[in-house]
């Protein structure tokens, strides 16, 4: 379940007369917990020096959320759950129940491990669900994407049964193609998921690679004669001979999808 984004503009930015202050729901939910964890400790408030001390991360994150600069992440989700009970679910997307205690009266359970994530309602009390970052570059099918930074832009859910089918959760990511070389396999604006922790992928296999300060998704060919991307539009784009130690292999694509 990810969070609308254009409910989420809405709601992020409140004006004072002092100057632009920024209310989102990733602050007002951090702001929430603190207070039900200092209270559910006899105590009228902690400061965010002492919770993040608790949690183990640096103070200025939980400044940043709660100042309405920055959204609460997964791995920080994570760790706010295994130390105050706060799902991870509530935490990101503000899907309800808050805690895992509440959960367990939904059918959904304890989850099994910090990637678990139970759905709390209806039909769906029978499946967790892991997330996955969908980060910002652009994997160019043709002349390549200038990549600036792997910037996390949204989350999605997955079955977690069938994502650790496919590979290493943790080291999931999601991005989506720009260009047209590997029609009709993938087309533009298609969306890709690729295992980070395979560096290595064999011959025929469709990879995220990096060269120089671009990034790449082709299908990657062995041959006595060296290393080559090799485009699925056979018609329009010749086969690019690389040198593998001037490639960064990011990725193997483990899945795609698009609209038909």
């Not at 769906?124 to 652009?138: E, G, M, N, Q, T």
């Not at 930074?149 to 999601?174: P, V």
């Amino acid at each position: 379940m990810v969070e609308n984004t254009a409910h989420y503009e809405a709601l992020s930015i409140q004006k004072t007369k002092h100057g632009e202050k920024k209310s989102t729901p990733h602050s007002q939910r951090m702001k929430h917990v603190r207070t039900v964890f200092a209270n559910e400790r006899g105590l009228d408030k902690i400061s965010q020096a002492k919770f993040a001390r608790i949690v183990g991360i640096n103070p200025s994150t939980i400044s940043h959320i709660e100042a309405g600069n920055t959204r609460i992440g997964i791995d920080l989700a994570a760790l706010i759950e295994q130390k105050t009970g706060f799902r991870q679910a509530w935490l990101l997307t503000g899907d309800r129940p808050q805690r895992l205690s509440e959960a367990q009266g939904f059918g959904g359970g304890v989850p099994e491990s910090r990637e678990d994530i139970p759905k709390g309602f209806g039909m769906s009390d029978r499946f967790h669900f892991a997330y996955v970052k969908k980060v910002k570059p652009l994997l160019s099918g043709g002349s390549g994407e200038l990549v600036e930074e792997e910037e996390t832009e949204d989350i999605y859910s997955f079955r977690t049964d069938w994502l650790s089918r496919k590979g290493t959760i943790s080291a999931m990511r999601l991005a989506q193609v720009s260009g047209d070389s590997m029609l009709p396999t993938l087309k533009d604006g298609d969306f890709v998921l690729f295992d980070t922790s395979k560096r290595y992928p064999g011959d025929g296999k469709i990879v995220v690679v990096g060269i120089d300060n671009l990034l790449y998704i082709k299908r990657l060919r062995r041959t006595s004669d060296g290393m080559f991307l090799v485009s699925d539009n056979t018609a329009v784009y010749e086969p690019w001979r690389i040198d593998p130690e001037s490639a960064r292999f990011l990725g193997l694509v483990i899945w795609h999808c698009g609209e038909v």
